[in-house]
């Protein structure tokens, strides 16, 4: 919320509660302040577009008007009085909600030394049709959007936030884009196309895998975070999965999902959708291992030292792909349930699984099965942590779209205290270290890093029978 938007609602609530309760507010007071709110709230729609959001606020700034003139000729009828209030205070409540509840959301500016630049790539896969449609002509898109050290200098302006801004469907993942009509003006803390700092050695790689339905976008202030600290990272978008999607045509593309008639419990289902989004991993791969597409980005990066990191079902993808690709050299998952063979698979690199807090978030019995036995086949050992506090979502950005006060309310019954923002940022500690300390490349030392309030866990031995 701005300056200006915090003022003009702040000076109309004032008046609002105040005319409602007493009656000294004369009507010059009240014509006054609703002349200067809407003057107010002409400016801000002039300079930022309208947006629904206004809508309770000018019909608040109208009631005043309206009380204004009345008061000029007070009504006989105490009846006609004590509606009047009782509007007015209906009106003031309407007019915090789209404010208080559904602010502008601010993502916690990144911690690193360098400055963040993005770009967003999109490609068809030529060898890979679409199953998601019936059009045998489409083929497979791979979107990612890159975050890594960025030149100092300029001001370009920041990337969008989510993709399809002004032609979103109904929802996205469990929200109703309503919500979302001022998301672009969310601040990212990166430059869109800024040209990439230049380093004597190249900087280590992060593929990132989202969790199911939900849009690379929802985890700016990790990725933004972490591309801060020296990393490429580049989120991967799923077509047809993701809840809203711009293939490289400027189509837009929203989940289809085609759960199986003999499948209940779409086990069957997860696990072929894994498939599908280990493939996409390994087309990234393929790119960053040519280089095409990638245009200056592709001189930065360190093809030795590449990692797969994922969120929910994208922790899932994660572990997949490093299962079946050795171009991968660690693998995160972050609070993600496995399916298909990373239930059955050895995992030949070193491994952390960072997850919630689990009274919070309630982790099935099917995740903590499936953690055990990938803990038990770990050829080069790794880590698990658990963060109190914490729940499922408070790795993404999901926390920031409501307001404090919403914030807390939400946390009260669901979980999350700890905040989306302390979240990342612990959470990038221990993946910064657990890295460097897998690529063996600089000092890592995870047990330093996890020596903080709320985490318990530690190292996971390797596989019997193999060295470390």
Known sequence: MSYL??????????AALLAAVSPRLGPRSLATIAGLSALGLAAQAWRLGPCWQYLPLCMLVLALAALAWLRRRPPRHRVLVWA????????????VVPWGLLPVPELPPPRGPYAVGSQVFRW?????????????????????????????????????????????????????SL??????????????????????????????SPGYGASRGFYSGLLADLASRGFVVLAVDHPYEASVTELADGRLATQVERFL?????????????????????????????????????????DRDRIAAIGHSFGGAAAVAAAMSDPRLRAAANLDGTLYGRTLRDRLEVPFLLLESDRRETGHSERYLRGALALAQRLRAGGYRYQIAAANHYSFTDVPQFLAPPARWLAAEFIGGSRGAAATQ???????VAFLHGAWRDAPGDVAAAARRAGLSGGALPPMAGTAE
């Open 261 to 301: 008639p003999d499948d209940p419990g779409q086990l069957r289902y997860m696990s072929m959708q894994l498939e599908v989004r280990a493939d996409d991993l390994r087309g990234v791969l393929d790119r960053v291992e040519s280089g095409a597409g990638l245009g200056a980005l592709s001189a930065c990066l």
């Open 5 to 14: 938007e915090l003022a003009i609602l702040a000076i109309a609530l004032g």
């Open 179 to 208: 919500a979302m009509e001022r998301f672009g003006r969310i601040d990212t803390h990166a430059r869109r196309q800024a040209p990439p700092l230049a380093s004597a050695r190249p900087w280590p790689v992060v593929l990132f």
């Open 124 to 176: 068809a896969d030529p060898r890979r049709d679409e199953a998601a449609t019936d059009d045998p002509n489409d083929r497979r898109n791979l979107i990612v959007q890159a975050w890594y050290p960025a030149a100092a200098g300029g001001a370009p302006p920041p990337p969008p936030y989510l993709d399809g801004l002004g032609r979103l469907p109904s929802r996205v993942s469990f929200i109703p």
């Open 84 to 95: 009047g209030r009782g509007g007015l205070v209906a009106l003031a409540a309407a007019a």
């Open 425 to 431: 940022a612990l959470s990038n500690d221990l993946l």
